[in-house]
């Protein structure tokens, strides 16, 4: 098993190594943030279900009664993100595996960009409740504010994939028509 | 398609068979299988003029309109 995969990543390696990194490097995200979402997936209602513990470890900390749903929702909305952040790393590993493929320019490729476009989005905006709400906690709890912070960058980003997807499909349409050319 | 190619006709009109005019246009069997077929989308004009090279014939010998047949999509 283990041998094979060895195999595999060699090949892999000799055929593209920048694609191969990539391919490694995206397969580590997927793992890292499958590994979060389900962490905190698992959080999310233990928390609620020891939420007398919780609440009384909080109020040792100097925090209010109210200040276990601002845990949660810090909690379930990290959980989000990581899940949205591993459809996103997903599909930008399927479109490096479609260039290692020799066939990039397929609408497959320019729906996953777009999806990819509108999670960055999703992510940016969830990332305001979250920052606001981990910045009051670490008010009460006297800490310095180190969460998610809003950047222009993220957008940025999702601009560029809505673009890139549109050259994809444009590149799709054209591809499509060479191939019908004799 | 409204458009026709009549590449069998030509073929058989010189006894070539499309095996030999792949190998004489240097374009592939498959591809001058799609076109002789009609699935075509578009022909460059170095094929049309490499196989009216090799058929000794006119385009218009080569390609034909009928109004009745359905129109393509695009």
Request: include cysteine; charge should be neutral; hydrophobic fraction near 50%.
């Amino acid at each position: 098993m283990i041998g094979s995969a060895r195999r595999v990543v060699k090949t892999m390696w000799n055929r593209d190594p920048l694609l191969a990194a990539a391919r490694l490097a995206l397969g580590a995200a997927m793992a890292t943030s499958a590994f979060l979402t389900a962490a905190f997936v698992i959080a999310t209602p233990s928390v609620l279900i020891m939420n007398e513990s919780v609440m009384a470890t909080l109020a040792d900390h100097g925090g209010p009664p109210e200040t276990i749903w601002a845990v949660i929702s810090v909690i379930a909305l990290s959980g989000v993100i990581c899940a949205l952040g591993f459809f996103f790393f997903r599909d930008l590993y399927r479109i490096v595996a479609s260039v290692e493929d020799g066939n990039p320019f397929v609408p497959v490729n320019a729906r996953r960009l777009q999806a990819m476009g509108w999670i960055s989005v999703a992510v940016h905006v969830l990332g305001i409740p979250l920052s606001m709400t981990s910045k009051w906690l670490d008010q009460i709890f006297n800490r310095p504010h180190g969460g998610f912070e809003f950047s222009y960058f993220g957008l940025l980003l999702a601009l560029v994939l809505f673009v890139l997807a549109r050259v994809f499909r444009e590149g799709a349409r054209l591809r499509e028509e060479v191939e019908g050319t004799v | 398609m409204a458009i026709l190619v009549k590449l069998d006709d030509l073929l058989h009109a010189r006894r070539m068979t499309l095996t030999e005019l792949a190998e004489r246009v240097d374009i592939t069997l498959a591809n001058l299988s799609i076109l002789k077929t009609g699935k075509a989308k578009a022909v460059r004009f170095s094929t049309l003029e490499a196989i009216c090279r090799e058929l000794d014939c006119q385009p218009g010998e080569l390609l034909g309109y009928d109004p009745s047949a359905p129109q393509s999509e695009d």
